[in-house]
């Protein structure tokens, strides 16, 4: 009963807290797990920091009209230097250095009414990702919304089939190979300043 009434007070909060017109600055760290015939792996990359507006939309919510986040492939950590050389081979690292995600138009009280309104709420947003000089758009879960004082946390999952952004997946000593589906999942931290 205590866990619904804190769950009851932080959505009040976030409901009502001006923090959310302004200027959003955001950080997040992303673990992907990936399964190949010989086991499962996984594996860490922290995203570059990014920043973007948020506004009043014209019935009064709030709206973010556009993130645009970067994650360096040469960042990517599966703590086993012949698997992330292999990963690396695959992205092209030389020559494509960044995967880049975009969120465009979110429905900041949206998310918020979605995942706040019981234990285990979702609210979903479209992300599209380019992977090399491939793009797609994916489904991405927001669960785990929190709030204390300007920062705001949530936590984020989406898949990624390597087939659909043209990528062969690395095999290890020519019998082991990565399967096609990966799972990401992160931890968002955004720091909100008001407008004046």
Same mark, same amino acid.
């Given at each position: !009963? !205590?866990? !619904?009434?804190?769950?009851?007070?932080?959505?009040?909060?976030?409901?009502?807290?001006?923090?959310?017109?302004?200027?959003?600055?955001?950080?997040?760290?992303?673990?992907?797990?990936?399964?190949?015939?010989?086991?499962?792996? @996984?594996?860490?990359?922290?995203?570059?920091?990014? @920043?973007?507006?948020?506004? %009043? #939309?014209?019935?009064?919510?709030?709206?973010? +009209?556009?993130?645009?986040?970067?994650?360096?492939?040469?960042? !990517?950590?599966?703590?086993?230097?012949?698997?992330?050389?292999?990963?690396?081979?695959?992205?092209? #690292? =030389?020559?494509? +250095?960044?995967?880049?995600?975009?969120?465009?138009?979110?429905?900041?009280?949206?998310? &918020?009414?979605?995942?706040?309104?019981?234990?285990?709420? %979702?609210?979903?947003?479209?992300?599209?990702?380019?992977? &090399? =000089?491939?793009?797609?758009?994916?489904?991405?879960?927001?669960?785990?919304?929190?709030?204390?004082?300007?920062?705001?946390?949530?936590?984020?999952?989406?898949?990624? @089939?390597?087939?659909?952004?043209?990528? %062969?997946?690395?095999?290890?000593?020519?019998?082991? &190979?990565? &399967? =096609?589906?990966?799972?990401?999942?992160?931890?968002?931290?955004?720091?909100? @300043?008001? %407008?004046?």
């Amino acid at each position: !009963m !205590m866990k !619904m009434v804190r769950i009851a007070i932080a959505f009040l909060l976030l409901s009502a807290s001006p923090a959310w017109a302004g200027e959003i600055k955001g950080t997040c760290f992303l673990r992907f797990v990936g399964v190949s015939t010989l086991h499962d792996f @996984s594996g860490t990359v922290l995203c570059q920091p990014f @920043s973007a507006g948020l506004v %009043k #939309s014209a019935d009064g919510g709030t709206t973010i +009209p556009a993130v645009e986040v970067d994650v360096l492939v040469d960042g !990517m950590d599966t703590d086993n230097e012949s698997r992330d050389d292999k990963l690396r081979e695959m992205f092209q #690292s =030389d020559r494509f +250095p960044r995967i880049h995600g975009t969120v465009k138009d979110i429905d900041a009280d949206g998310i &918020r009414r979605e995942v706040g309104k019981e234990e285990g709420g %979702k609210a979903f947003f479209d992300l599209t990702l380019t992977v &090399r =000089d491939v793009e797609r758009t994916i489904q991405a879960t927001v669960t785990n919304l929190r709030e204390e004082g300007n920062q705001v946390g949530f936590d984020v999952e989406f898949p990624v @089939s390597l087939k659909e952004f043209g990528l %062969k997946a690395p095999s290890f000593l020519g019998i082991f &190979r990565v &399967r =096609d589906k990966l799972t990401v999942t992160g931890n968002v931290l955004l720091e909100i @300043s008001s %407008k004046e």
